[in-house]
T-cell receptor, first 111, second 115 residues
């Protein structure tokens, strides 16, 4: 079965700074990759997804992610973080007709 | 559409009691997923259905857990008897169709506390 690793449990960045959240996946075939965001007490909301084509995908709220097959990675980026971006971020990989999530990275934004 | 609707939002119950969590998927969606989220284990897939049929229940932790989907608009996750280690947030999600290339839409979750 597919699996996802998010190496960073917690990241703190200053407001206005750039952000990169790491995600590595394991899957034998072409992966379908997703990033979700979870605000406290809420469900998960889709930020962006990669199925095929351009390896740089744009999402909502100014986020983007780049699929790198050679590195089995799908890192999430944002050029300038806003205080409202503080949340938990989950990378997920679809395969075998289901979806598996990473452990999540909690983002703290400093004023 | 109102999105995926879960009830109750919060549930506190005593150990040994039966607990039933409910989910209404988005109308027209064919796949439904139950996830459990804990600090220790993160987000775990428990079971998923396609066209009301359970496809993979390998994530269900033990026989105390059972899930049903009697029709396209309703699913339940039941724990009997409940134990303190079942305390977690349980999410239901639905997807427009079966397949690994479709996104899942999540409900707001049910926070279960077993005392």
């Amino acid at each position: 079965a597919q699996s996802v690793t998010q190496p960073d449990i917690h990241i703190t960045v200053s407001e206005g700074a750039s952000l990169e959240l790491r995600c590595n996946y394991s899957y034998g075939a072409t992966p379908y990759l997703f990033w979700y965001v979870q605000s406290p007490g809420q469900g998960l909301q889709l930020l962006l997804k990669y199925f095929s084509g351009d390896t740089l995908v744009q999402g909502i709220k100014g986020f983007e992610a780049e699929f790198k097959r050679s590195q089995s990675s799908f890192n999430l980026r944002k050029p300038s973080v806003h205080w409202s971006d503080a949340a938990e971020y989950f990378c997920a990989v679809g395969g075998n007709n289901d979806m598996r999530f990473g452990a999540g990275t909690r983002l703290t934004v400093k004023p | 559409d109102a999105g995926v609707i879960q009830s109750p939002r919060h549930e506190v119950t005593e150990m040994g009691q039966e607990v039933t969590l409910r989910c209404k998927p988005i109308s027209g969606h064919n796949s439904l997923f139950w996830y459990r989220q804990t600090m220790m284990r993160g987000l775990e897939l428990l079971i998923y259905f396609n066209n009301n049929v359970p496809i993979d229940d390998s994530g269900m932790p033990e026989d105390r857990f059972s899930a049903k989907m009697p029709n396209a608009s309703f699913s339940t996750l039941k724990i009997q008897p409940s134990e303190p280690r079942d305390s977690a947030v349980y999410f239901c999600a639905s997807s427009p169709r079966q397949g690994s290339n479709t996104e899942a839409f999540f409900g707001q979750g049910t926070r279960l506390t077993v005392v």
